[in-house]
């Protein structure tokens, strides 16, 4: 009697499944050891910034932040709320310095994302003039900016394409970097390399994902990997792109148009009430993310030690030089979207179970994380630490008096006008 293809397939993942299981029951979770983290990406991992870096924390009118967030409180639970609580974190941190003359950095807490629209997306389109009202704000009040021009300053600019603060990457490309951020350090979600929205230089960090919901939805870790592949997301952004080519870089359609008739993949659009216990279920969770590093997945993914399947070109991925990423997800390439089937299936178990062993590492985990109260290691830390990697500070970043390198009226017409 003949079968099918796909019939075949659901076979061997069927056999595949069992596999690992039994391989993965063999070791009692108990006593398993957890697989160490190899070379400098695991010692970097578990770095402590304190006693390496001193941070002074602008105190800057709350019109620029604790005002922005009491007219709207659903900031804080949006996936750019990390600028809100990288503000908290550091303003109780052993690494802040109330002493600016001792700072290593100076942080300017401005929240540029909380402004949002009735479905809780963030609008940029007043970011600009808000940040140039607070670097005017520091450089005419304090003498710190004007030594540098914000070269020993960073700022958390945590949207679509970060201080291009456009969410179409055709006006973010065409508007840049807002000119007075371009000697700062410039803590973001996005990363794609030689992409004029990236400078380098930058730390690129996980989107916001709320740690207690996740907690809440833990289960037995013993419990068996059901699904093959899962998804839960937007194909299509239906207003702005039904055709699939401009959204995610049309990754996302790609995955949909190949593979939704494919029983080996469990992808919709409709997210169920078990979706996190889902997750936890599934051996590889697709993450589609074409330009945006920020999508939940993959925080999501590292967390329910679901192998993320990285299918973006060119991405720089949060934490790139502490999270080895080639050892604990599967990348793609975009134009291989078709051949996913045959790639995922390709993949040996022994490979698929040291993969999982590492994202079953705390340490991997915490990383991505932005707890409250904060944590040894979680994703606060690892900013600190990618600031302390860039000290001491080259001497060439400190001006001569009077000596100016930035065009302050460089820009759109409309970002001069006053906020």
Not at 4 to 27: D, K
Not at 85 to 90: E, I, Y
Request: glycine letters at 6%; hydrophobic letters at 40%.
């Amino acid at each position: 009697m003949k079968i099918s293809v796909w019939a075949a397939f659901v076979i061997f993942i069927f056999f595949f499944l069992l596999l690992l299981t039994i391989q993965a029951r063999e070791h009692d979770h108990h006593t398993q050891q957890r697989e160490r983290i190899s070379g400098s990406a695991g010692d970097v991992l578990e770095d402590d910034p304190v006693g390496r870096l001193k941070v002074f924390v602008y105190e800057l009118p709350s019109k620029y932040n604790k005002k922005i967030l009491q007219k709207d409180p659903r900031c804080l639970t949006h996936m750019f709320a990390a600028e809100i609580f990288m503000h908290r974190f550091l303003m109780s941190s052993p690494v802040r310095t109330l002493n600016p003359e001792e700072a290593d950095w100076f942080y300017t807490p401005v929240y540029t994302t909380c402004d949002l629209t009735p479905n809780g997306l963030p609008l940029p389109f007043k970011s600009p003039r808000m940040m140039r009202s607070a670097i005017q704000l520091i450089s005419s009040n304090w003498p710190y900016w004007n030594r540098t021009e914000g070269a020993d300053h960073f700022f958390v600019t945590p949207h679509d394409f970060g201080a291009c603060f456009h969410y179409q990457e055709e006006k973010a490309i065409e508007r840049g970097i807002l000119p007075l951020l371009q000697r700062a350090t410039l803590v973001q979600t996005f990363g794609q390399q030689n992409h004029v929205c990236l400078k380098q230089g930058s730390i690129t960090i996980p989107p916001y994902a709320p740690p207690q919901k996740m907690q809440a939805h833990l289960i037995p870790p013993d419990i068996p990997r059901s699904i093959f592949v899962y998804f839960r997301g937007l194909f299509y952004d239906v207003g702005n792109d039904p055709e699939g080519g401009y959204y995610a870089r049309g990754a996302r359609a790609a995955v949909w148009e190949n593979f939704k008739d494919n029983p080996l993949f469990d992808i919709s659009t409709e997210h169920p009430t078990t979706y996190y216990e889902d997750m936890q279920r599934a051996v590889f969770c697709l993450c589609p993310l074409g330009w945006a590093p920020w999508s939940p997945r993959l925080v999501e993914g590292v967390i329910f030690g679901c192998i993320p399947v990285i299918i973006a070109d060119d991405i720089v991925l949060p934490f790139a030089d502490a999270i080895p990423w080639e050892d604990i997800g599967v990348f793609v390439a975009e134009k291989d979207v078709p051949n996913l089937d045959t790639i995922l299936t390709s993949i040996p178990p022994e490979v698929v179970l040291r993969k999982q062993r590492l994202l079953a590492n705390p340490s991997m985990k915490q990383a991505m994380l932005f707890p409250q109260p904060a944590q040894p290691g979680d994703a606060f830390h690892q900013i600190l630490n990618g600031l302390a990697r860039k000290l001491p500070h080259d001497r060439n970043v400190y001006l001569t008096p009077g000596e100016k390198t930035l065009n302050w009226t460089a820009g759109p017409v409309a970002d001069l006008k006053p906020w």
